[in-house]
């Protein structure tokens, strides 16, 4: 949606009022009128499949298989190291947060087509699609 309102303001087009957009004009960003993160979270999902990042960590779950996994990205850019296990705090802040955003989303309006199902060093992973 970043791109979309990007689009739109370089444009200098016009956008209904009557609704709310999930995303930020970048170009104030781009020309150094603002400085900053854009975002504060990026988060996103896919079916039982959900993610937020912060500046630091990198959460990434799925509700169906109930796998998680945790990632310090100030450590860690590749996030080959989980390290949920001992940051319940992380975690538990994460999860209030993104609960909060994904509270604000529409429902989907399409449905889940299939499951891809594929596996990363030895670990099985299922993705809605």
């Known amino acids: 949606m970043d791109i979309f309102m990007t689009s739109v303001s370089a444009a200098e087009g016009d956008i209904p009022e009557d609704r709310v957009y999930d995303g930020v004009d970048l170009l104030p960003y781009v020309n150094g009128s603002i400085e900053g993160p854009v975002h504060d979270a990026l988060v996103w999902r896919s079916s039982y499949n959900h993610a937020i990042r912060t500046d630091r960590w990198k959460l990434i779950f799925n509700d169906r298989e109930e796998h998680m996994e945790l990632y310090d990205l100030q450590a860690d850019k590749s996030e080959t190291w989980n390290r949920l296990e001992g940051r319940h705090e992380a ?7 993104l609960n909060r955003l994904e509270g604000e989303f529409l429902s989907p309006l399409w449905p889940r087509v299939m499951d891809y199902h594929f596996v990363i060093d030895g670990v099985d992973y299922i993705f809605a699609i």
């Open 91 to 97: 975690v538990e802040e994460l999860l209030r947060e």
